[in-house]
Nanobody, 118 residues
Framework: QVQLVESGGGLVQPGGSLRLSCAAS????????MGWFRQAPGKEREFVAA????????YNTESVKGRFTISRDNAKNTVALQMNSLKPEDTAVYYC???????????WGQGTQVTVSS
């Protein structure tokens, strides 16, 4: 079974940066499509970024606006989300997700809180 664990969240001031990490077990990240989602209280879950089996990346342009970068480290079996120029509206619980086939995101992490506030 695939298990995902996020880390790296915390409190940061507007304009600051954070790097989130997603550690996967049970399967190598290079064989799965990996993604990052976020959800603020009272809001719907929002797609942020994804990285497929071949390394092709996809971003939610409206939410990310060129500020975020998704990447993977095959040696560590992790996927990262580098977040720069953070804004208060980026405040949310960020979730790592994965699919081993099909269009459904089969696996989810527990989430890590990101709070952007002065």
């Amino acid at each position: 079974q695939v298990q995902l664990v996020e880390s790296g969240g915390g409190l940061v001031q507007p304009g600051g940066s954070l790097r989130l990490s997603c550690a996967a077990s049970g399967r190598t990240v290079s064989t799965m499509r990996m993604g990052w989602f976020r959800q603020a209280p009272g809001k719907e879950r929002e797609f942020v970024a994804a990285l497929n089996w071949s390394g092709l990346t996809t971003y939610n342009t409206e939410s990310v606006k060129g500020r975020f970068t998704i990447s993977r480290d095959n040696a560590k079996n992790t996927v990262a989300l580098q977040m720069n120029s953070l804004k208060p509206e980026d405040t949310a619980v960020y979730y790592c997700a994965a699919t081993s086939g099909g269009s459904i995101w089969n696996y989810w992490g527990q989430g890590t809180q990101v709070t952007v506030s002065s």
